[in-house]
């Protein structure tokens, strides 16, 4: 009898336990959110109906600095035109949705290195839902300190870099959309690509990053580096060994499967092509036209052309007399002067014997292109580009030309400069007409760091000098290898 009490009044307990478990959970009428806290991209335009990990945005990677963002977010994302998306925070039991609060097209055409778009950019607030014009694959991108969203279309993927036939520029390397628009997965192609030794990135619509704010200090990644399996926003240029050289079919994938930003590359060789010509990574010049015949006392290493390897440049002071030869290293194997006379533009062919100078001391600008086996001597181009320049980045920028100062032996210019990074090139006529890639100015780039001429060569982007706005003297002194910079 006292056991079957006891049991009764233990089932009363765990009944009135029940009821009140239920009275709490019947306090909250909201459906229970089931994934991690984050911003989540959701809607009918999308393939995430509902809440979905592989919907959620990930940490963004600020390109300024390419350090990670804490308030930055982004995602790849499939959406359809007409329907409606959303961006929502999910916090706890808590969901927030942001929706356009000030937001306009904003087209961008290459400007400041930015993709060639029509993109949507504005403040966002609490509540409403986005649409899109076009059905297609967009690079969505909110930073929350900013309060800022960027709906950016993906018009195509670019293949770029020294392993494709035309160098960092990817007007002929497009992979196109492969087939038509599909909410679970979008495939961006190109076939037939030959590839060699070298480097390349990945990018959209032609641009290298998207301004999130005026100032420019907030801006996303539009390319991929890294490795072809493992894609980096804004990652190291992907390196392709001599041994993989050949031609290939490249793929660039969007899938609402895959999770983190969405995007995967593959490449698939097709077929082999025949090893290049080899050219030497170094050249120097020698001779009594440009110091002595004695390769210890004479240093003059010429300049290697970025991803142009049969390409060398450099300002040298010559003598009023005498003349000068090439070599690949400071010894007398493998030297080369010039062949037959000189054309009316200048140029010699590659052949044995001595180059003259041009009777004038002074400096002059010697090119050499092994490929073609030409030697061109000509006058002295050196231009400014780009922010302290009013912005300008189209190659030659003529009001930045630098002056010829063979009285005191500098290369110089005076001029009121706009605040940004000082970036100097020098231009020869054989650079824009290369086939089948021209030279580009930062392949023949050099900067002023201090108080020396550095050269950019086949190296890496260059540590940057930044000036505040002002008048500035810049002097550039060839034969010692100084530079300077002084306010006015």
């Known amino acids: 009898m006292r056991t079957t009490k006891f049991r009764f009044m233990w089932l009363l307990a765990a009944a009135a336990l029940a009821f009140t478990a239920c009275d709490k959970d019947d306090d909250n009428d909201k459906p229970q959110i089931l994934v991690e806290d984050g911003l989540y991209i959701v809607g009918e335009a999308t393939a995430w109906a509902d809440y979905d990990l592989k919907g959620q945005m990930v940490g963004g990677i600020n390109e300024v600095d390419q350090q990670p963002r804490s308030t930055m977010f982004e995602k790849y994302v499939a959406l359809e035109a007409g329907k409606t998306f959303k961006i929502v925070e999910i916090a706890g039991k808590q969901a927030i949705e942001y929706g356009p609060d000030n937001i306009a097209d904003v087209v961008t055409n290459g400007e400041n290195e930015q993709p060639n778009v029509t993109a949507k950019v504005g403040t966002y607030k609490t509540g409403g839902s986005y649409t899109v014009n076009e059905s297609g694959l967009y690079h969505v991108v909110i930073d929350k ?55 390349f990135k990945l990018r959209y619509g032609s641009g290298w990053k998207f301004w999130l704010n ?168 050196v231009h400014l580009i780009g922010a302290t320049i009013g912005n300008l980045w189209d190659a030659p920028v003529a009001d930045g030309k630098f002056t010829v100062d063979n009285a005191n032996e500098v290369v110089t210019i005076t001029k009121s400069l706009s605040a940004g990074e000082l970036r100097m090139h020098v231009w020869h006529k054989w650079f824009p007409v290369q086939d089948p890639q021209p030279v580009a100015w930062w392949q023949a780039e050099f900067i002023i760091l201090n108080n020396k001429i550095e050269f950019r060569g086949t190296g890496d982007d260059q540590e940057r000098v930044n000036l505040t706005a002002g008048n500035y003297k810049i002097d550039l002194n060839f034969k010692t290898g100084a530079g300077s910079i002084t306010a006015q």
């Not at 991929?224 to 994938?253: C, H, S």
């Open 214 to 381: 005026d100032e420019g200090t907030v801006k996303a990644n539009t390319n991929f580096g890294g490795a072809i399996d493992a894609l980096v926003p804004g990652g190291a240029n992907i390196v392709l060994p001599v041994e993989k050289e050949g031609i290939y079919t490249v793929t660039m994938k969007w899938s609402a499967e895959t999770g983190g930003l969405g995007m995967t590359a593959s490449m698939t060789k097709t077929a082999d092509v025949e090893p290049l010509p080899e050219y030497p990574e170094t050249l120097f010049m020698i001779g009594d036209g440009v110091g002595d015949w004695i390769w210890d006392n004479t240093d003059l290493p010429m300049i290697a052309v970025h991803s142009h390897p049969y390409m060398f440049w450099k300002i040298v002071w010559m003598n009023e007399t005498g003349g000068f030869k090439f070599a690949p290293k400071k010894m007398w194997a493998n030297d080369f002067g010039k062949s037959g006379d000189m054309s009316a533009d200048s140029v010699y062919n590659k052949g044995s014997d001595n180059v003259p100078v041009p009777g004038t001391a002074g400096y002059y600008m010697v090119v050499v292109d092994l490929k073609n086996e030409k030697i061109s001597i000509s006058d002295v181009k």
């Open 145 to 199: 300190e900013l309060q800022k969203i960027a709906i950016i279309p993906v018009p195509y993927w670019g293949i770029l870099g020294g392993s494709t036939p035309y160098g960092w520029n990817d007007a002929n390397t497009k992979l196109q959309l492969k087939g038509s628009f599909n909410k679970q997965q979008m495939e961006f192609e190109i076939t037939g690509l030959e590839l060699r030794k070298g480097d």
